[in-house]
């Protein structure tokens, strides 16, 4: 009887055990029940969302590249051009985090390829056609947050232009500080 009764009451405890950690774990609020993150992104234990590529904000609201579309105005001093002020635009590319720029470096080619991170355009090596001439580029930039609002903004790159010849035409690379800023 009384190995019954032990065992019975070491039963009632760890039911109550078990019940009062049900209890208590059920308590814990759910940061993630009223987060809803757009585009795909994925809610975390503490409420943020993580955002796939191409996509930004608290929430993930916010296309990444649309902060970069637009038409700029370019002012640059290369190391082997003269300074010059021009016009260009930017437009959607094929993927969600890439960008068309058209009339790049002033040459009125077809485009130059380009993809965009946070605050970062990329635009990896590739070649462009000038008229007869075949010119590689490739560099970064950034926009400058505080002059970056809206429909307004600045970005500050840094590329290079190769010739067929071997010229090279920096913007704030290998110690030029001449870096090319785009402004909206």
């Avoid at 019975?8 to 209890?23: E, F, H, M, P, Y």
């Avoid at 929430?59 to 970069?68: N, V």
């Avoid at 635009?89 to 068309?100: A, F, H, P, Q, R």
């Amino acid at each position: 009887m009384r190995i019954q009764l032990k065992s019975t009451l070491l039963s009632a405890i760890g039911v109550l055990a078990l019940g009062t950690v049900i209890t208590l774990s059920s308590c814990q609020e759910d940061k993630c029940k009223a987060v809803v993150c757009a585009y795909d992104g994925v809610c975390q234990d503490d409420g943020s969302c993580v955002c796939k590529i191409g996509y930004e904000g608290e929430r993930c609201e916010t296309i990444t590249r649309d902060k970069f579309k637009g038409t700029w105005t370019v002012t640059e001093d290369g190391t082997a051009s003269n300074p010059a002020r021009y016009a260009i635009s930017v437009e959607n590319g094929e993927n969600i985090n890439d960008v068309l720029i058209r009339n790049f470096y002033n040459k009125d080619n077809d485009q130059v390829s380009a993809h965009v991170k946070e605050d970062t355009i990329i635009i990896d090596r590739q070649a462009i056609q000038v008229g007869e001439q075949t010119l590689m580029v490739e560099g970064k930039g950034y926009a400058v947050p505080e002059a970056f609002y809206d429909l307004h903004g600045k970005l500050m790159l840094h590329y290079q232009v190769t010739y067929e010849d071997g010229t090279v035409d920096r913007f704030g690379i290998n110690g030029n500080d001449n870096y090319a800023i785009w402004t909206k």
